[in-house]
């Protein structure tokens, strides 16, 4: 099976150190390779989408929460206050209550809904040691969020369209969906106490779920405290399910903080939020990837996407330049030269890395490249030209395939 912690250490994305704490992993660079295309990817994805990107402080002021209900309803998994200047201020468990201040901080037509805020920012949760585990449960998470100010009508348009976002996300990253989940407030929980909102917005999912045609399951005990959610949920090796994204329906914090918009009839009108997140933590999503691809990642992810390896020393020239052309066209490539070994060994050594350009005197002398896929097929030696054309619209497209399936193997 698939372990991302050992994977992780094997191949040196990411460590931790007790020094720096429990749930508080550093990235290695190669990790953090894969993470940074990990975010320009969901970045890209949301410009088209039409997000609008901010940032806003990981820090806030304990009544900034009291205002959200977090503090009333999720205080247990937040750190404690931090007294500064005579104020409290706390390392924030969402991003939400940021969002809706940057929606307030001016006056809003109805013209400008529906207004898409994202962002990829940070935030603490106090989870207990006993359940931390590599990158899947931290204490200190980047999250893919965004939060969609919009009116009545517009709810149905907007979820539905996040839940696309995330099927096409999944799609490029190679990811199964384990099952959809709707979550629903259960007995005995810390859920706001309005059930008319609570009605009204499980109606709107359940209409969604519907629409997008995906087969869906309701759990009760699992709504976020302020409404009900979509989770797609994702499995891991040993068969252990997590929520990586969510599509979710608030009434509440719209009206805690006095959320207003300037509608066609000249009147004030509260907005909907509708809280989306594409890949959920960039943590639990790269663990994800890790365990479902065992290391092998997309070749538009990987952190190596090229190695080049010359048969001698000879080829090192015709290697070198090989490299520095995939540089300029936005490619991640590596030589291995001949020093590191025998070429049998250097492609052992990198079976993880999805292209392989064998540069030996024929291809030399031709300006040629033999290229190996990581699945094992081998293309006939072509221009160094068109390697570095077909690798980089492949991996422009975010495809998980390594090459053109109308290019049989040879």
Same mark, same amino acid.
């Given at each position: 099976m698939h372990d991302h912690r050992r994977i992780g250490r094997d191949l040196d994305l990411f460590?931790?150190?007790?020094?720096?704490?429990?749930?508080?992993?550093?990235?290695l660079p190669d990790g953090a390779t894969v993470r940074h295309v990990l975010e320009e990817y969901v /970045?890209? $994805?949301?410009?088209?989408?039409?997000? %609008?990107?901010?940032?806003? #402080?990981v820090l806030g002021k304990r009544e900034l929460y009291e205002i959200s209900g977090h503090w009333d309803h999720y205080s247990d998994d937040m750190f404690p206050p931090m007294e500064v200047g005579g104020e409290q201020v706390v390392l924030r468990p969402s991003l939400c209550p940021h969002h809706a201040l940057i929606y307030r901080s001016r006056g809003r037509s109805y013209r400008e809904?529906?207004?898409?805020?994202?962002?990829?920012?940070?935030?603490?949760?106090?989870?207990?040691?006993? @359940?931390?585990?590599?990158?899947?449960? @931290?204490?200190?998470?980047?999250?893919?969020?965004?939060?969609i100010f919009c009116t009545l009508d517009q709810v149905a348009d907007e979820a539905h369209a996040a839940l696309e976002m995330i099927r096409d996300a999944y799609a490029a990253l190679g990811i199964t969906a384990a099952r959809y989940r709707l979550s629903l407030p259960g007995p005995g929980g810390k859920y706001v106490a309005d059930p008319e909102k609570w009605r009204r917005a499980t109606a709107l999912l359940t209409a969604v779920l519907d629409r997008s045609g995906v087969p869906c399951e309701a759990a009760e005990g699992e709504a976020a405290f302020y409404g009900p959610k979509i989770d797609v949920q994702v499995s891991d090796q040993a068969g252990r399910e997590s929520t990586l994204s969510t599509v979710q329906v608030d009434f509440h914090q719209p009206e805690r903080f006095g959320l207003r918009y300037t509608g066609a009839d000249g009147e004030r009108h509260r907005p909907v939020m509708v809280h989306r997140s594409i890949i959920g933590s960039v943590e639990r999503a790269v663990a994800q990837l890790i365990e479902e691809h065992g290391g092998a990642f997309?070749?538009?992810?990987?952190?190596?996407?090229?190695?080049?390896? #010359? @048969?001698?020393?000879?080829?090192?020239?015709?290697?070198?330049?090989? $490299?520095?052309?995939?540089?300029?066209?936005?490619? %991640?490539?590596?030589?291995?030269?001949?020093?590191?070994?025998?070429?049998?060994?250097?492609?052992?050594?990198?079976r993880l890395v999805p292209y392989q350009a064998v540069i030996g005197a024929r291809e030399a002398a031709r300006g040629l490249v033999a290229l190996r896929? /990581?699945?094992g097929r081998r293309l006939d030696p072509r221009p160094a030209?068109?390697?570095?054309? /077909?690798? /980089?619209?492949?991996?422009?497209?975010?495809?998980? $395939?390594?090459w053109d399936p109308a290019d049989a193997p040879f």
């Open positions: 460590g931790t150190d007790p020094l720096i704490g429990a749930g508080l992993p550093f990235w /970045r890209g $994805a949301e410009r088209r989408a039409g997000y %609008r990107h901010v940032y806003s #402080p809904l529906p207004l898409r805020i994202a962002e990829l920012g940070g935030m603490y949760r106090s989870e207990l040691s006993g @359940v931390l585990g590599g990158l899947t449960r @931290v204490r200190a998470i980047q999250l893919n969020d965004a939060h997309p070749a538009w992810l990987a952190p190596t996407q090229l190695v080049v390896l #010359p @048969v001698s020393d000879a080829e090192l020239p015709e290697a070198e330049a090989l $490299a520095r052309r995939c540089a300029d066209a936005g490619l %991640r490539a590596e030589v291995a030269g001949a020093g590191q070994g025998s070429l049998g060994a250097r492609i052992r050594d990198a896929l /990581r699945d030209g068109e390697i570095t054309d /077909r690798i /980089r619209a492949l991996v422009a497209a975010h495809r998980t $395939a390594l």
